[in-house]
C-alpha cells in the first residue's frame, strides 16, 4: 500500500561506523548505545499517508570524543517506541544517497520515480539539523534554510498515494526569519524496465 512510498536505499558505502549502528528493529533508548558514539536525534518528518504515528526519523551519531564531527546519518521508520528499516518493498520504490560532504555535513538526496529532493545534516549550534533549500509559496526560494519541522505529501490519484508531492517544512533562515515552503525538488529521469 502507501508504505511503498517511502522506499530507500542507502547507497554509501557502509564504512566502520555505519556496520557499527544498530541494523534492526531498536529501542529509542538504545541509540545511545553505540560504542564512542552519541546519537542525535535530529528531526521527525511527519506524512500525511500510511499509518498513522510512525514518521520518518532523521537521525546522526558523532564520536564522543569530537563535537565537530558527524560520522553517521540515517533515515528511518520510528514510532513512539523503536526504529525500524524500511521494508525491500520500500526500498524498492525510492532511493537515498547519502553523501559526506566535510566532517560535519551530510548531503542527502531522496530520489524517486518522478521527482528528487536533496537536504542537508549539518551542525549548528553544536548539535545535527537539517537545512535545505526551500521555495516558498511565493516562489521565492530561500537558501540552506533550517528545518523545525517537516512533512512528506503524497500525490494522489483519485485520491489514492501513488508517489511523493513535496517534502514541506517549517525553517528558520540565517536572518532568523520563519519560513514555510517546500523543499526545492528536481525531476528525474524515467528509469527504463520500471513499472
Known amino acids: 500500500m502507501a508504505h511503498f512510498l517511502l522506499a530507500m536505499v542507502a547507497t554509501v ?3 566502520s561506523v555505519e556496520l557499527e549502528l544498530p541494523q534492526g528493529i531498536t529501542p529509542i533508548a538504545d541509540l545511545d548505545a553505540v560504542d564512542r558514539m552519541r546519537h542525535a536525534e535530529v ?31 540515517r ?43 536533496a537536504f542537508d545534516v549539518a551542525l549548528h549550534d553544536g548539535r ?8 516558498l509559496p511565493s516562489g521565492r526560494l530561500v537558501q540552506h534554510c533550517r528545518a523545525d ?6 500525490r494522489r490519484i483519485l485520491g489514492i498515494p501513488v508517489g511523493l508531492r513535496s517534502m514541506d517544512v517549517t525553517c528558520t533562515a540565517r536572518d532568523g526569519t520563519v519560513h514555510h515552503g517546500s523543499v526545492r525538488a528536481s525531476p528525474t529521469a524515467k528509469r527504463r524496465g520500471r513499472r
Open 13 to 15: 558505502t557502509l564504512g
Open 43 to 73: 528531526l521527525q518528518v511527519e506524512r500525511d499517508f500510511g499509518q498513522p504515528n510512525v514518521n520518518v526519523a532523521v537521525d546522526a551519531w558523532m564520536p564522543a570524543d569530537d563535537a565537530k564531527r558527524i560520522d553517521a546519518v
Open 75 to 117: 533515515l528511518w521508520w520510528s514510532d513512539e517506541v523503536d526504529r525500524y528499516p524500511f521494508s525491500d518493498d520500500v526500498r524498492r520504490h525510492l532511493t537515498i544517497d547519502y553523501r559526506r560532504m566535510k566532517p560535519s555535513w551530510w548531503r542527502i538526496r531522496v530520489i524517486g520515480r518522478h521527482q528528487s529532493f
Open 128 to 135: 545535527p539539523a537539517v537545512f535545505a533549500d526551500v521555495t
Open 149 to 154: 519541522s517537516a512533512q512528506l505529501h503524497a
